[in-house]
């Protein structure tokens, strides 16, 4: 499936060509732009409990200041280096709000403040090593490069369009104001999700129609069944099935020792325009090395939170361990659930699957300050990490036509790593500056309130887990049909958990559109739904952050 026709890659020849993260005027914008991306970020998930994707602005903003007439400012005209800078202000806005002060709140709400810096801490391991582990996997067998990560197409595409202009410009643009004043309409008090749109014109058809049904279940479930999903648990027992068998693939995909060539037969390829690019960096035996030492790492964490969160008070040696091991596991697993889902669907269920985790935690009869740091824990893993797949997806299209193929595209990733890397640092910094102003004054993410009530209220109803248990069949079954390329169940659990009203009407229209414009148009259908789609995205996240203003 063709993105771009153009090779912006084609400038790099070897890994020394490739614009480094800590070049002068390259590291001063970037600082900044965390800076911003992590207020966004903050003022977002505590006012509206939402994030957005900042990495359209980190893109505009560079594009701008190459504008300014001066020598040294001319360097950011670079695609690569605007790269860079979109990476790290999306990665400080995720960080900040998602892996850092959602999970501090949680023991803040229960009325335990003294463990809120150990608990940011751990939160931090848990950002650090999330996005360590997806550095290492991407681009193999389980997270493709070629995969469909639709808001890092719509990144690449927006750089693209900005250093080249011409027709593509004009149809990018011409997506993006409709997804930014579209997004502005609203029905019955909620607005319009055009990126939910734009995601059905770049992503898997098979994948997308699950999450569009799923999507319009959960919104009008009440109304045609009388039965409230949500209270039954039934969307949670779908995640459950398929996350297993999701695992249960992934596992099979580790152990499974074929050419890189035939596992690349048959997939959607979203924006490879060399054949080296199907082909992957990442082998069979660096993906399970990655997995396993991201596993100790994360168990790692755990025990550090666990002595300095001092829950020994309340655990023996031997149930520390085993907390310690469930943690980990919890964190891993929750990781690698969310990146599938946002590989495919550009939304990823972090809040539900944590709260899966929860539910299990309640069952085994974990204490109430153990499982909140347990549940904190797990939250700050998985959007990082789902975010970064995004940000190294569009330097993987704008690193298309390097030479040597492999060797310059590992060498751009590692850059975009290492911007990442500054902009998870200075979130942090500003995290620990401001978390006790934004929590006295009241400003607690919304989410973060729902997982310290739970956990303090413990599991009132014994049919909980039965119900998860029932549902996680379909759940299963519609994973293993279809299969690890299509994360068919995965998606549709991930639809039923997301209640965002009027998308599943989006995502199923345009992907009505799309077959219908793919026989208009034949072979150009592919590339123009792309350009679109990249641009609703765009126009919507450039929506999200403007709430910030209005807010």
């Given at each position: 499936m063709s993105i771009t026709p153009s090779l912006k890659g084609a400038g790099l020849h070897g890994a020394e060509s490739h614009p480094r993260a800590f070049e002068p005027v390259t590291l001063v914008l970037t600082v900044v732009l965390s800076v911003l991306g992590a207020f966004i970020g903050l003022h977002l998930v505590t006012t509206l409990g939402i994030s957005a994707n900042t990495s359209v602005i980190g893109a505009l903003i560079a594009m701008l200041v190459a504008r300014v007439p001066a020598r040294k400012l001319r360097e950011m005209r670079s695609v690569h280096r605007q790269n860079l800078v979109q990476s790290a202000i999306s990665g400080a806005t995720f960080a900040a709000a998602n892996s850092l002060l959602v999970p501090i709140a949680v023991p803040f709400v229960l009325g335990r403040s003294d463990l809120v810096w150990p608990m940011l801490l751990g939160a931090a391991i848990g950002l650090f090593v999330d996005s360590w582990v997806l550095y290492r996997i991407f681009d193999s067998k389980l997270f493709p490069a070629r995969s469909t990560w639709p808001p890092g197409v719509a990144a690449a595409e927006t750089i693209v369009a900005g250093d080249e202009g011409g027709r593509k410009a004009v149809v990018l643009g011409i997506g993006g104001l409709v997804g930014f004043l579209g997004s502005f309409v609203k029905i019955a008090g909620n607005a319009l999700p055009f990126s939910a749109a734009g995601v059905a014109l770049i992503g898997n058809i098979w994948a997308l129609a699950m999450f569009g049904v799923g999507l319009g279940v959960n919104q009008y479930g009440k109304e045609w069944f009388d039965v409230d999903l949500n209270e039954l648990y039934i969307p949670h027992g779908f995640m459950v099935g398929a996350g297993l068998i999701a695992l249960v693939q992934a596992v099979i995909l580790l152990l499974r020792r074929s050419p890189e060539k035939e596992s690349a037969a048959g997939e959607t390829a979203v924006g490879a325009e060399q054949p080296e690019a199907m082909e992957g960096t990442v082998d069979e035996?660096?993906?399970?090395?990655?997995?396993?030492?991201?596993?100790?790492?994360?168990?790692?964490?755990?025990?550090?939170?666990?002595?300095?969160?001092?829950?020994?008070?309340?655990?023996?040696?031997?149930?520390?361990?085993?907390?310690?091991?469930?943690?980990?596991?919890?964190?891993?697993?929750?990781?690698?659930?969310?990146?599938?889902?946002?590989?495919?669907?550009?939304?990823?269920?972090?809040?539900?699957?944590?709260?899966?985790?929860?539910?299990?935690?309640?069952?085994?009869?974990?204490?109430?300050?153990?499982?909140?740091?347990?549940?904190?824990?797990?939250?700050?893993?998985?959007?990082?990490?789902?975010?970064?797949?995004?940000?190294?997806?569009?330097?993987?299209?704008?690193?298309?036509?390097?030479?040597?193929?492999?060797?310059?595209?590992?060498?751009?990733?590692?850059?975009?790593?290492?911007?990442?890397?500054?902009?998870?640092?200075?979130?942090?910094?500003?995290?620990?500056?401001?978390?006790?102003?934004?929590?006295?004054?009241?400003?607690?993410?919304?989410?973060?309130?729902?997982?310290?009530?739970?956990?303090?209220?413990?599991?009132?109803?014994?049919?909980?887990?039965?119900?998860?248990?029932?549902?996680?069949?379909?759940?299963?079954?519609?994973?293993?049909?279809?299969?690890?390329?299509?994360?068919?169940?995965?998606?549709?659990?991930?639809?039923?958990?997301?209640?965002?009203?009027?998308?599943?009407?989006?995502?199923?229209?345009?992907?009505?559109?799309?077959?219908?414009?793919?026989?208009?148009?034949?072979?150009?259908?592919?590339?123009?739904?792309?350009?679109?789609?990249?641009?609703?995205?765009?126009?919507?996240?450039?929506?999200?952050?403007?709430?910030?203003?209005?807010?």
């Open positions: 035996r660096g993906l399970r090395r990655a997995l396993t030492e991201g596993y100790v790492l994360f168990f790692l964490g755990a025990l550090t939170v666990g002595l300095v969160g001092g829950i020994l008070g309340e655990l023996s040696v031997v149930q520390l361990i085993g907390w310690c091991v469930l943690a980990g596991f919890a964190a891993l697993v929750h990781q690698l659930i969310v990146g599938l889902a946002a590989m495919h669907s550009g939304w990823f269920p972090a809040f539900a699957v944590t709260l899966i985790f929860m539910v299990l935690g309640l069952v085994i009869g974990i204490p109430t300050v153990p499982l909140a740091l347990f549940v904190a824990y797990v939250a700050s893993t998985g959007p990082a990490f789902a975010d970064m797949g995004y940000d190294l997806k569009a330097g993987w299209i704008l690193r298309q036509g390097g030479t040597p193929y492999k060797l310059v595209e590992k060498a751009g990733r590692k850059q975009q790593y290492i911007a990442q890397l500054v902009g998870f640092g200075v979130a942090l910094a500003v995290v620990a500056l401001t978390w006790r102003s934004y929590f006295e004054g009241n400003e607690i993410p919304p989410v973060s309130k729902v997982y310290a009530d739970t956990v303090a209220g413990g599991l009132t109803d014994t049919s909980t887990l039965t119900n998860i248990l029932i549902w996680a069949i379909p759940g299963a079954l519609i994973q293993l049909i279809g299969g690890p390329e299509r994360q068919m169940g995965v998606l549709l659990a991930t639809g039923l958990l997301i209640l965002t009203p009027y998308a599943c009407w989006f995502v199923l229209g345009a992907l009505a559109f799309r077959i219908i414009w793919g026989r208009v148009r034949g072979p150009e259908a592919s590339g123009e739904l792309n350009l679109i789609g990249s641009g609703l995205i765009a126009g919507s996240s450039l929506t999200d952050v403007s709430r910030v203003v209005k807010g």
